[in-house]
Nanobody, 123 residues
């Protein structure tokens, strides 16, 4: 059974940092694409960042570019999202996702999803 388990969310103040982790089990994603997406209350789920299997290709949403960094450790089957200079508009449930195939900016279709972790940024 494939599982993606996110951790690291929480309540922080504007300007603070958080690091999200997503540990995958049940399948080797070292050749797959992994990503972070988020969903704010009353809004549709949106793309945040995606990383290629080797970690050499990364894409970010314009809203997080320069503040967020996606990375992965294939030995641990884990993907990370370092979030700096957080803003209240970053408040959302953050989802880890994994899949195969091509990587492109804004990709939102993935085969496997985590349950999400809440990030709340107060002003």
């Amino acid at each position: 059974q494939v599982q993606l388990v996110e951790s690291g969310g929480g309540l922080v103040q504007a300007g603070d940092s958080l690091r999200l982790s997503c540990a995958a089990s049940g399948r080797d994603f070292s050749s797959g694409v992994m990503a972070w997406l988020r969903q704010a209350p009353g809004k549709e789920r949106e793309f945040v960042a995606v990383i290629s299997w080797g970690g050499t290709i990364k894409y970010y949403a314009d809203s997080v570019k320069g503040r967020f960094t996606i990375s992965r450790d294939n030995a641990k089957n884990t993907v990370y999202l370092q979030m700096n200079s957080l803003k209240p508009e970053d408040t959302a449930v953050y989802y880890c996702a994994a899949g195969y195939g091509n990587i492109w900016p804004g990709r939102t279709a993935y085969t496997y999803w985590g349950q999400g972790t809440q990030v709340t940024v107060s002003s």
